[in-house]
């Protein structure tokens, strides 16, 4: 089995950072695709970013140049550093990992509880 725990949400104001975490746990043997999406009230979940094992990034149009995403492949985590953070990045941010090695198990795709971002003055 494969949990994922999010962790750095909180309340920031506008212009402000924040850095995400989210820790992969289990016997993990490897990871393909770790990523975050988010999820604004009365909106459809959307990509953040995403990056491979091989460390190759992507982002999504609303994001770029202001997030970064980085793995830690010997802790399983996954970060997510947000800077220059706006009201409209306010959501609940979901950790992703797609391709996850267990013994005798490979997960499609596995998703984090969920962390609150809220950006406001």
């Known amino acids: 089995q494969v949990q994922l725990v999010e962790s750095g949400g909180g309340l920031v104001q506008p212009g402000g950072s924040l850095r995400l975490s989210c820790a992969a746990s289990?016997?993990?043997?490897?990871?393909?695709?770790m990523g975050w999406y988010r999820q604004a009230p009365g909106k459809e979940r959307e990509l953040v970013a995403v990056?491979?094992?091989?460390?190759?990034?992507t982002y999504g149009d609303s994001v770029k140049g202001r997030f970064t995403i980085s793995r830690d492949n010997a802790k399983n985590t996954v970060y997510l550093q947000m800077n220059s953070l706006k009201p409209e990045d306010t959501a609940v941010y979901y950790c992703?990992?797609?391709?996850?090695?267990?013994?005798?198990?490979?997960?499609?795709?596995?998703w984090g509880q969920g962390t609150l971002v809220t950006v406001s003055s």
């Open positions: 992703n990992v797609k391709g996850a090695v267990v013994p005798g198990t490979r997960w499609r795709e596995l």
């Open positions: 990056i491979t094992s091989a460390g190759t990034t």
């Open positions: 289990g016997r993990i043997i490897s990871i393909n695709d």
